[in-house]
């Protein structure tokens, strides 16, 4: 069996976590393509030939591969979103409606002019009109984009008496060293909340941080398909690991 590490994230990409975890045995992406073009190459043939699995694990690849190119060429944005695209259109093939629109709203977060990411999005808001109507349900994963294909991922299951039990895993990812390395520090909160007129309003009993802190204060917003995190007080006095910030529009991919 494989151990994906820190270090390995870089080199192959399925993205089991920055902690140490078992792999499933597969192809190594990086034994494929070694550019983002390439994997762009090798992963849109398999998912010609129906292999949606496999192309999901290259895409990513390529998306790690042309963020840390962007590094060096920050102008060659076009790379960095036909990665982003492909992961959309895989979604899309394998009926992972969710995760596509995730991936969709990535891209047009770097170029709200993409043509490809507003064609996903036009064709994601049809397949979603039922999904969009249960208002209601906030129960869910839902994910927030940080770079090199990881995401922060907030879990919520709503509980009786209008409470909710939530967990939420953050990550800060600095830049590569010049070898590729990544050092990336995490943050973690789970507790049960209030949801009042679809928001929650959580504060961090951290009681590491020191007496001249600012208290940590988490607000979720619940909209259509989507939270609005917002995190007061910084990442010290959440008790976060070095410069993480859960704060953002997260995205639900899974109910």
Known sequence: MRVCS???????????SFVFLVCPPTVDPQDLCKTPKECNKVGTSMLKDGKVEEAIRLFEHQ????????YKNPGDLETVLVGYNNLA??????GEHLRALAWTKVALSRDDKNKAA??????????LKSAKEDKGDVTGTYKSYVK??????????KLPDH??????EAWHIGRPTLDGEIIPNEGYLEGTASLNNNEVVYVVNNR??????????????FEQLSVQVDQEGSWMDCGFGGNVYVGGEYTKVSS
């Open 208 to 221: 590491s941080a020191g007496k001249d802190s600012t208290p940590c204060k988490i607000v979720m917003r």
């Open 6 to 16: 820190v270090y390995y994230l870089l080199r192959s990409v399925y993205l089991c």
């Open 89 to 94: 259109l895989a979604h899309i093939k394998k």
């Open 118 to 127: 507003l064609y996903h999005m036009k064709l994601l808001e049809e397949k």
């Open 63 to 70: 998306v790690v591969l042309a963020e840390i190119a962007s």
């Open 163 to 168: 409470q909710i039990q939530f967990s939420l």
């Open 148 to 157: 090199f294909a990881t995401w922060n991922t907030l879990t919520v299951s």
